[in-house]
């Protein structure tokens, strides 16, 4: 199985993207689905998840995002997606997905899958 994520790019100090994530070769209810994100020279750090459909699909958001990020899944399409709005030059970084099973939401499966990431900037 895999994620490919999709819809990174260049935006002003307030701007907004979506980014994507398509999972393919499992099935996304199945496990905790993670957005993480990678500063240059920093460590990465986990931003939102939401859990799997046998746990009531939990959702959380790391404080440095929280009430601008919304982590929405759709089932049919096998996809997660990253709703981001004000954002800051400290969102910079390169996003990934991945199965999770660190930030706490709850998860069936523990099968570890990793997208390729997708850069994000954000301008002053």
């Known amino acids: 199985g895999k994620f490919v994520e999709s819809g990174g790019g260049l935006v002003q100090t307030g701007g907004s993207l979506q980014l994507s994530c398509v999972a393919s070769?499992?099935?996304?209810?199945?496990?905790?689905i993670g957005w993480f994100r990678q500063a240059p020279g920093k460590e990465r750090e986990g931003v939102s998840c939401?859990?799997?459909?046998?746990?009531?699909?939990?959702?959380y958001y790391a404080d440095s995002v929280k009430g601008r990020f919304t982590i929405l899944r759709d089932k049919n399409a096998n996809t997660v997606y990253l709703q981001m709005k004000n954002l800051k030059p400290e969102d910079t970084g390169v996003y990934f997905c991945?199965?999770?099973?660190?930030?706490?939401?709850?998860?069936?499966?523990?099968?570890?899958?990793w997208g390729q990431g997708t850069q994000v900037t954000v301008s002053s």
């Open positions: 991945a199965t999770d099973s660190s930030m706490g939401c709850n998860y069936y499966r523990k099968d570890e899958y």
């Open positions: 070769g499992f099935e996304i209810g199945l496990y905790a």
């Open positions: 939401v859990g799997s459909y046998s746990g009531g699909g939990s959702v």
